[in-house]
């Protein structure tokens, strides 16, 4: 089972990064972006195939090392 694991920035966080690269974009003539935020984005095999003990698995791994949970926040999508 493929989980892909997507970590942003809390909306109460400023993002510096997404600021530069939406200044970018609209150096380049990109106009109308109201906002850019960056993040992380993982994806991990798991070699169960029950999908309420993937989900748990994927919950754990964010909670102890791929999220800061002060400043961050998690999804996940679960599939083949």
């Known amino acids: 089972m493929k989980a892909k694991i ?3 920035l809390k909306k109460s966080v400023l993002d510096p990064q997404g600021v530069t690269v939406k200044h970018a974009l ?3 003539g ?3 972006i109201r906002d850019v ?3 992380k ?3 991990v095999t798991l ?3 029950d999908k309420k003990r993937a989900a748990h698995e994927v919950e754990q791994m964010c909670r102890k090392l791929l999220v800061n949970p ?3 926040e998690f999804t996940y999508d679960l599939g083949e």
Do not use: A, D, P, Q
Request: aromatic letters at 20%; hydrophobic letters at 30%; a negative charge.
């Open 41 to 43: 984005y993982f994806e």
């Open 70 to 72: 002060v400043i961050e």
């Open 6 to 8: 997507y970590v942003t």
């Open 26 to 28: 609209e150096s380049l």
């Open 47 to 49: 070699e169960t195939t």
């Open 30 to 32: 990109y106009k109308g």
């Open 37 to 39: 935020r960056l993040g």
